[in-house]
T-cell receptor
Framework: QVQLVQSGSELKKPGASVRVSCQAS????????INWVRQAPGQGLEWMGW????????SYAQDFTGRFVFSLDTSVSTAYLQIVSLKADDTAMYYC????????????WGQGTLITVSA | QSVLTQPPSVSAAPGQKVTISCSGS????????VSWCQQLPGTAPKLLIY???KRPSGIPDRFSGSKSGTSATLAITGLQTGDEADYYC???????????FGTGTKVTVL
């Protein structure tokens, strides 16, 4: 069955960096894109962008340029989200989700990774 | 602020029907398919509807989607206590060149 399994929760200090992993299984990894979605505490969903598994090219939403980096290790069917220079308002649940190439429907989601930024 | 507006909450008794609206514009809903996802408390979102009116395998036909112009609607019939969740619409926006989620609607079963 299709699964996206994310790494565990992290507690970081302001200014630090963090990397979240999203390991896919149960499907052909490069037939889909991986999208990243943020959900701040008590808030709605925000699309951060996506990465093309075939080319490795990332595309970032406007609010997620500069400090956010999407990457891949196709040998282990894993996508990564790195956030640098963490700020308190980066505290949120981060989800990976797959979509068919050319589609915007996010059909399978990871379980989420809680990133807490606090001094 | 999202460009897709949903009512903050809707409620109904078990067995009844609720509808959730998602209001957008010609640059998003008016030009693209709409999807809907359900987020049960403390869990990851789950796809309910894609391509405006299609259900993934395993989603009961109590859930249906539709679109008219620049608005989309999710209908839930035969409401159950297990349907208590937050629901989000989503689509691509040409003007913003980004995927956008709606503001979210909390469904309460009375």
């Amino acid at each position: 069955q299709v699964q996206l399994v994310q790494s565990g929760s992290e507690l970081k200090k302001p200014g630090a960096s963090v990397r979240v992993s999203c390991q896919a299984s149960g499907y052909t990894f490069n037939a889909y894109t991986i999208n990243w979605v943020r959900q701040a505490p008590g808030q709605g969903l925000e699309w951060m962008g996506w990465i093309n598994i075939n080319t490795g090219n990332p595309s970032y939403a406007q609010d997620f340029t500069g400090r956010f980096v999407f990457s891949l290790d196709t040998s282990v069917s894993t996508a990564y989200l790195q956030i640098v220079s963490l700020k308190a308002d980066d505290t949120a649940m981060y989800y990976c989700a797959r979509a068919v190439m050319g589609s915007t429907a996010l059909d399978y989601w990871g379980q989420g990774t809680l990133i807490t930024v606090s001094a | 602020q999202s460009v897709l507006t949903q009512p903050p909450s809707v409620s109904a008794a078990p067995g009844q029907k609720v509808t959730i609206s998602c209001s957008g514009s010609t640059s998003n809903i008016g030009s693209h398919y709409v999807s809907w996802c359900q987020q049960l408390p403390g869990t990851a979102p789950k796809l309910l509807i894609y391509d405006t009116d299609k259900r993934p395998s395993g989603i009961p036909d109590r859930f249906s989607g539709s679109k008219s112009g620049t608005s989309a609607t999710l209908a839930i019939t035969g409401l159950q206590t297990g349907d208590e969740a937050d629901y989000y619409c989503a689509t691509w926006d040409n003007s913003l060149s980004t995927y956008v989620f709606g503001t979210g609607t909390k469904v309460t079963v009375l």
